[in-house]
C-alpha cells in the first residue's frame, strides 16, 4: 500500500471522530476488529439497534437530535449532546444512559418498547469491549501504483515544466510588432496562409473598449482616436482603458466566473449570502490595483494566514476568502458529515479547476479515470479543506425553517470595532428566548400544538414559534456582528487540524485509510513546502499552486486571458487541461507567454496590454473562402473572430447608448438586506430583489445574483452558471432573445430615453441625429444609404403613429395573490404555500409621434446584430 497512508480503517474513524467532535481519539482503541467481538455486534447488537432505534436514528430516517446508530462513526461522534457511545467506557455512553433513563417518558425508544434488561447488559458489554464494528472493506487497488499514471505523468503535455521556446524567425519579419505575432505568423506560413488585412479604427477602437470595459466607446471617445494619427493612438487609447475603474469591473466578472459567485447557497434550501458582495467589491478591487496573480491566488485561498500591517489590510484580505466559502451548499443535507465532504468536495472542484484547469472531483469515489489523480491526492486536499472551516454562515438541517439554517458562529469576524451593547439587556434576552425555545420544543407538533385555536384559526404553537423567532431575532441584532457589518462570508482554519480518512466510494460516512494532507502527484513543484502540521495546510497549498516551477497554473491563467481577448484560447477547454482537454493550438506561443507572464511578477495588466497591442489582435474579422476551408475554426488566427457581447454588456451598453448608465458603484447589493433565511424563488424576497435589480441602472457585476433568482434584464443572453466554474459561457441564439429585445420593458424604456436623448437639441438635423445614433450605438458612422432608409423609416413611422396612434395603456397593478389558508401549522417547510408573487409590469409609451418613430429607430439599433456583436 502507499507509503502515503498512516492509519487505517478503525484508527481512521476514531481520528475522524475526533476531528468532528474536537476531542483527541479514545484511548485504547484496538488496531483491528476482532472477528469474535465482531459476530458478537452482528449476533446480539445490531438486532437492538434495528429493532428499536433504526427507526428515529438511521440514514433512512430524519435523525432524531442529529445521531445515527446505524453507523459506527455516527455513535461515536453522537449527536447533539456528545459521543453516545465512548469505547471500553459504557458508563460514560449517551446510549446507556438514555436506555436506562429513570423518567419513562424521557428514556429511550420514546416510542415502542424499552429494552429490557438483558438488551441493556447486552449494549453494556459490546462498549465494555471495545464497540466492535465490521470494518470496511476497502479496494485492494487503493493507494498502489499504476503503470498508465505514470506513463501519462511523463507523456502528458500539461503535465510537462514549463519550456522556454526561442521566439521563431518569419519570413515576413514587418508584420510583426510582438513575439506573440511571430509565433503566430510561424504557424499561418507553415499552412501557407496569411493573415488577413488590419481592422479600421471604429472597429479596433469599439473591440477594444468592450474588451477591456465591457461598455462601448462614448461619442468623445470616438473622435478623439479617430482624430489622433500618431503612431502610439491605440497604445494611448489601450492605456486609458486598462486605468479605467471599469477595466476591474469587466476584467473582475471574469475571474467571478471562475469562482462561482453566487449571493445564496442555491438549490435544496436557498439562503441568502448577504456579505458575498464584499467579496465581489474586493475582486474589483484587486483587478484594478493589478495585484499579481499569484498573489491574488493566495490571498483568496490563505489570506487569513498571510501578515497585514493594518486592520484595513486584514480586513480586505478575510473578505478574500469568501472565494472559499461562495459555493453552492445543501443545507438540506440531513448529516453533518455529509454535508461537510459535499462542501470539501465542492472547494477542491473550484480551486483545482479555476487555477490548475484539471478535473481532481473526480476523484472523490475511484482513481480518476483519465487523468493521473488517485484516489489518495483527493484526500490529501480533502484534508486540507476539512482542517479549514468553510465559515459560509450556515448550517445543515433536514427541514429547517426561520433561522435555523443561520450560525452566526460560522461567519468571520472583521476586525476593528463594533457598536457597543448592553450586557444586561443581552442577558435579559438571551435567558427569554431560552425559555420560548423550551416551550416552543415541548408544544411543537405534539396534539395539542397542532391543534386549531377557535379565535384564530391558526394551530395553538403558532404563538410560541413567533416568539421564540421574534426574540432570537432580537438577540441576534444585539450580539451577532454580521448585523453591523462586521463579519464576511469565508474561511479560516478549524478548531481541530488532522489528516483525513479516504472516503471508500466516496462515501462519506465509510473511512478507509487516513492520507497525509498533501498535494496532487500528477507533476513535479520543486521546492515546494510540506504542509505545516499546526495549520490547515491552505497556505501550503496556495503558495503550491502559484509557484513559477507549477507547470499548470500559468499556462491556465495566460489562457484565459489569451480567450477573453480572441475568443478562443489557445486550449479551447479552458477549464480542462487534463487528457479529455483540448491540445493546444500553438504549444510553444502558450509557453512563452506563461514565462513571459511569470517574468513580468504575473502581471495581468501588462499581459493584457501586450496581448491588445500585438498586430494578431488588431486584424480584421473579414474572411475569406481560401481561410475557411483551410482553417474553419480560425485556430490559426488569420482573423479576429467576431463574439457576441455578454448578458452583462447588452445590458450595460443599452443603458450607455441611452444615457442611462450610472457608472458609480452602488455599495452593498440588494442581498445584502436579506436574512439568512430560505428564500423562496417565486416568493416576495425574490420579487424584491428583481424589482430593485430591474429599476438599476448601474453597472450589471453590481447586480444581486442569487442563485435561482436571476436579473431579468441577463436571463435570456447565456448568463453565467453559478453553480460551477465557467471559464467559458454558452452563447446561443434562441427565440426568446428576439422577443426580449422586442417587447421586454427594459429595452423598450432605454429604446425610449435614447430616442428622448437624440431629440434634446432641438435645433439638431435629423441626418445629424442618425450620425449620432449610429455613432452611439454601433461604434461608426453610418452610409448615406443607411442615412436615407432611416430618414425614410422615422418620417413614415412617425406619420402612421399620427394616423393611428395607439390607446393610451394604464399601469398594470399587482394583482392581489390568495389569502392564505388557515390549516394546521406546516412543520415540514416543505409545506409552506409556495404560491409566487404577481409582478407589475411597466408600460413604456412615448410622448408624442416624432418620439414614437425614434423611440423605434434606437430599438432596432439596439436589437440588431451589429450592436450585439463584437468584430
Not at 52 to 68: E, F, I, N, V
Not at 581 to 593: A, F, K, M, Q, Y
Request: hydrophobic share 40%; proline share 8%.
Amino acid at each position: 500500500m502507499s507509503s502515503r497512508f498512516r492509519l487505517f480503517a478503525p484508527v481512521a474513524i476514531l481520528l475522524f471522530a475526533a476531528t468532528a467532535s474536537g476531542q483527541p481519539p479514545a484511548p485504547g482503541a484496538p488496531a483491528a476488529p476482532d472477528a469474535a467481538k465482531v459476530e458478537y455486534f452482528e449476533k446480539k447488537v445490531r438486532p437492538i439497534l434495528a429493532g428499536h432505534c433504526y427507526q428515529c436514528h438511521s440514514a433512512d430516517t430524519k435523525p432524531a437530535g442529529g445521531l445515527r446508530v446505524d453507523d459506527h462513526n455516527g455513535l461515536l461522534v453522537g449527536g447533539n449532546k456528545g459521543a453516545a457511545v465512548v469505547p471500553g467506557s459504557p458508563d460514560k455512553s449517551l446510549l446507556i444512559a438514555r436506555v436506562t433513563q429513570k423518567n419513562e417518558k424521557a428514556r429511550m425508544p420514546l416510542e415502542g418498547k424499552h429494552l429490557t434488561d438483558e438488551q441493556v447488559d447486552v449494549l453494556r458489554q459490546w462498549i465494555k469491549d471495545g464497540a466492535a464494528w465490521p470494518a470496511v472493506r476497502v479496494p485492494g487497488s487503493l493507494g498502489k501504483p499504476k503503470p498508465e499514471y505514470e506513463k501519462l505523468k511523463k507523456e502528458h503535455w500539461a503535465f510537462q515544466p514549463l519550456a522556454a521556446p526561442a521566439v521563431p524567425a518569419v519570413k515576413d519579419a514587418g508584420w510583426a510588432r510582438d513575439d506573440a505575432d511571430r509565433f503566430i505568423l510561424t504557424a499561418l506560413e507553415a499552412k501557407g496562409l496569411k493573415p488577413v488585412g488590419n481592422a479600421d479604427k471604429f472597429a479596433l477602437l469599439r473591440r477594444a473598449t468592450f474588451d477591456l470595459t465591457g461598455l462601448p466607446p462614448t461619442a468623445a471617445e470616438i473622435d478623439a482616436f479617430l482624430k489622433d494619427e500618431s503612431p502610439k493612438a491605440f497604445e494611448t487609447v489601450v492605456d486609458r482603458l486598462l486605468a479605467s475603474p471599469a477595466f476591474g469591473e469587466r476584467w473582475g466578472r471574469h475571474w467571478l466566473d471562475v469562482a462561482r459567485y453566487g449571493e445564496s447557497t442555491g438549490p435544496s434550501r436557498n439562503i441568502p449570502y448577504p456579505h458575498a458582495w464584499k467579496y465581489r467589491d474586493y475582486v474589483i478591487d484587486a483587478v484594478n490595483a493589478d495585484v499579481p496573480y499569484d498573489r491574488f491566488v493566495r490571498e483568496q485561498l490563505a489570506g487569513d494566514l498571510l501578515p497585514a500591517d493594518s486592520d484595513a489590510e486584514r480586513n480586505r484580505l478575510l473578505t478574500a476568502t469568501g472565494y472559499l466559502a461562495l459555493g453552492v451548499k445543501d443545507v438540506n443535507q440531513r448529516f453533518k458529515v455529509r454535508f461537510l465532504m459535499d462542501n470539501v468536495d465542492e472547494q477542491i472542484d473550484a480551486v483545482t479547476r479555476s487555477v490548475l484547469g484539471l478535473t481532481v472531483s473526480c476523484a472523490r469515489c475511484h482513481d480518476h479515470k483519465f487523468d493521473p489523480v488517485p484516489t489518495t491526492d483527493y484526500y490529501a486536499l480533502a484534508g486540507i479543506f476539512a482542517s479549514t472551516d468553510n465559515a459560509a454562515g450556515v448550517r445543515n438541517l433536514m427541514g429547517g425553517g426561520g433561522l435555523a439554517y443561520y450560525d452566526p458562529a460560522m461567519l468571520v469576524k472583521l476586525v476593528g470595532s463594533t457598536p457597543p451593547t448592553d450586557p444586561a439587556k443581552v442577558a435579559k434576552l438571551t435567558a427569554e428566548l431560552e425559555e420560548a425555545k423550551k416551550a416552543w420544543d415541548a408544544i411543537r407538533g405534539t396534539p395539542q400544538g397542532t391543534e386549531k385555536d377557535p379565535a384564530t384559526g391558526f394551530p395553538k404553537q403558532r404563538p410560541f414559534r413567533l416568539k421564540f423567532e421574534a426574540l432570537q431575532a432580537e438577540v441576534n441584532a444585539l450580539t451577532d456582528p454580521a448585523a453591523s457589518g462586521h463579519a464576511v462570508h469565508g474561511a479560516r482554519d478549524a478548531k481541530v487540524i488532522a489528516d483525513t480518512a479516504v472516503r471508500v466510494r466516496g462515501e462519506a460516512e465509510k473511512l478507509g485509510p487516513v492520507v497525509p494532507r498533501g498535494f496532487l502527484t500528477a507533476f513535479a513543484v520543486p521546492g515546494a513546502s510540506p504542509v505545516n502540521p499546526k495549520q490547515s495546510g491552505r497556505l501550503e497549498l496556495a503558495h503550491w499552486l502559484t509557484s513559477p516551477k507549477n507547470p499548470l497554473a500559468p499556462r491556465v491563467a495566460v489562457n484565459r486571458v489569451w480567450q477573453h481577448l480572441f475568443g478562443t484560447g489557445l486550449v479551447n477547454t479552458v477549464d480542462n487541461f487534463g487528457v479529455t482537454g483540448d491540445r493546444p493550438s500553438h504549444p510553444e506561443l502558450l509557453d512563452h507567454l506563461a514565462q513571459r507572464f511569470i517574468a513580468d511578477g504575473w502581471s495581468t495588466k501588462k499581459l493584457v496590454r501586450q496581448l491588445v497591442l500585438s498586430r494578431a489582435y488588431q486584424l480584421s474579422s473579414d474572411s475569406t473562402e481560401a481561410h475557411r476551408t483551410a482553417d474553419p475554426a480560425n485556430r490559426l488566427v488569420w482573423r479576429h473572430a467576431p463574439r457576441r457581447l455578454s448578458a452583462e454588456e447588452m445590458r450595460d451598453a443599452t443603458l450607455a447608448v441611452a444615457g442611462a448608465l450610472d457608472r458609480a458603484r452602488p455599495g452593498p447589493s440588494a442581498a445584502s438586506a436579506l436574512k439568512m433565511i430560505e428564500m423562496r424563488d417565486n416568493g416576495p424576497e425574490a420579487a424584491t430583489v428583481n424589482t430593485k435589480a430591474d429599476g438599476a441602472t448601474f453597472r450589471s457585476v453590481y447586480l444581486p445574483l442569487l442563485r435561482g433568482v436571476t436579473p431579468h434584464a441577463l436571463e435570456v443572453f447565456d448568463p453565467v452558471d453559478q453553480t460551477l466554474v465557467s471559464g467559458q459561457r454558452d452563447t446561443t441564439t434562441v427565440p426568446s432573445q428576439a422577443l426580449f429585445l422586442l417587447n421586454s420593458p427594459f429595452v423598450r424604456k432605454q429604446a425610449l430615453a435614447f430616442a428622448e436623448r437624440l431629440l434634446r437639441d432641438k435645433d439638431a438635423a435629423d441626418a445629424h441625429r442618425i450620425r449620432t445614433a449610429y455613432r452611439l450605438a454601433l461604434g461608426r458612422a453610418p452610409t448615406e444609404k443607411e442615412i436615407e432608409r432611416a430618414l425614410a423609416f422615422v418620417g413614415e413611422y412617425e406619420s402612421a403613429y399620427r394616423k393611428n396612434p395607439p390607446k393610451v395603456a394604464k399601469p398594470v397593478p399587482p394583482k392581489k395573490g390568495p389569502e392564505p389558508k388557515k390549516g394546521p401549522e406546516p412543520i415540514d417547510p416543505d409545506q409552506i404555500d409556495q404560491t409566487g408573487e404577481t409582478i407589475a409590469v411597466d408600460v413604456i409609451q412615448a410622448k408624442d409621434p416624432k418620439t414614437a418613430a425614434w423611440m423605434a429607430l434606437t430599438q432596432a439599433l439596439i436589437a440588431s446584430a451589429e450592436f450585439r456583436y463584437v468584430k
